[in-house]
């Protein structure tokens, strides 16, 4: 079917028609969080945390691992058994990134809180860090910035994770340091996990799989389980997908990014997202200042009296550069 753009008025009747699915309450209808998209099969779990594969109706648009869906089932006696997403429920936030052509990409929904990992190898990069901050900050959820592979510190990368927790410890955001590989700091980032669905993002090669596992000790079965896109054998992670904790809350595995795509935010949300630069709002000489080189710049006054971190202000600019309006 050629895909054609919903009225407004066409979406208001979507979504009243989908919230009296919702509303339902015969026995035929179920709630269930989706756990991972496959192609079009979805994983879900029902709410006594049994899977169940279901197919998408077309009219509901993209549904992603977090989001909240109302199923039903088509044949009991099949195995495995058919069942259809019929509504999805509304969302709290939709985590977003760049896909083909700076095209917005759905990547989770209903986060609470984003746990943006990196690593002494590969080494962290401050910009695509800031990048996930400002996202977070703008969903708007809680930022934890986990530095893994600790066990890798010596005297030449000890600085890496100095700086790290030096420019985001200033500026008021939790840094845990971890190793997946010797069980550092896991019982931690643990604690911070309990009652909220968190997400893991990050660098391909960061160890955000291996912190699940760490999480999971039973993991494999999971994996075996819902991982049917991995049948390549390859340990990189390809779809995100929701586990839940023994301990409580959720947490999500995403595929670590390679690159660098453009900005999703407007100018205005650039600013809002790094949470020490706001203060300058509106103090600038110019009013449409870029924050670079115009006199009476209160960023670059605040950068030149030793008020705000290089690193965070060099991130602000590429971004508020790049971003629209
Ligand atoms: N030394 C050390 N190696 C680790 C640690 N955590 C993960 N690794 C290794 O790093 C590599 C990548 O780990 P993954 O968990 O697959 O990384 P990922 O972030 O999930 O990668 P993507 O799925 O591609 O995004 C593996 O070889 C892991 O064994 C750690 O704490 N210390
Ligand atoms: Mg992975
Ligand atoms: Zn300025």
């Not at 197919?55 to 549904?63: A, K, S, V």
């Not at 790290?164 to 008021?172: E, S």
């Not at 997908?241 to 809350?249: N, S, V, W």
């Amino acid at each position: 079917m050629a895909k054609r753009r919903l009225t407004e008025q066409q979406k208001r009747q979507i979504s009243a028609q989908q919230n009296r699915i919702i509303a339902k309450t015969n026995a035929e209808v179920h709630h269930g969080v989706v756990i991972a998209h496959h192609g079009k099969e979805l994983i879900v779990s029902d709410t006594e945390h049994q899977t169940i594969n279901c197919q998408l109706r077309q009219n509901l648009g993209t549904i992603v691992c977090g989001d909240r869906v109302v199923f039903e089932f088509l044949d009991r006696d099949s195995v495995p058994e058919t069942a259809v997403i019929v509504a999805l429920g509304e969302r709290d936030n939709l985590l977003q990134k760049a896909g083909f052509a700076g095209k917005a990409k759905a990547v989770a929904a209903n986060i609470d809180q984003v746990i943006v990992v990196c690593s002494l190898v590969p080494r962290p990069n401050h910009y695509l860090i800031d990048r996930y901050l400002v996202a977070t900050e703008n969903l708007p959820a809680r930022p934890i910035i986990v530095v893994n592979k600790i066990d890798l510190m010596d005297d030449k990368n000890e600085h890496v994770v100095n700086d790290i927790n030096a420019i985001y410890n200033a500026i008021g955001y939790r840094v845990l340091e971890t190793s997946a590989t010797e069980n550092t700091g896991i019982d931690e980032l643990q604690s911070m996990l309990l009652g909220s669905t968190s997400i893991l993002v990050g660098l391909s090669g960061v160890g955000k799989s291996s912190i699940v596992k760490d999480l999971l000790p039973d993991l494999e079965i999971r994996i075996g389980e819902i991982s049917r896109a991995s049948s390549e054998g390859k340990h990189t992670t390809t779809v995100s997908t929701l586990y839940g904790l023994p301990t409580g809350g959720y947490l999500i595995d995403s595929p670590g990014v390679r690159d660098f795509s453009p900005v999703l935010l407007n100018k205005e949300q650039i600013l809002d997202g790094f949470i020490e630069l706001k203060a300058y709002r509106g103090q600038c000489k110019f009013k449409n200042c870029s924050h670079v080189n115009e006199p009476g710049c209160a960023i670059t006054e605040a950068l030149e009296n030793g008020e705000v971190s290089p690193q965070r202000v060099n991130s602000f600019r590429k971004m508020f550069a790049d971003a629209g309006a």
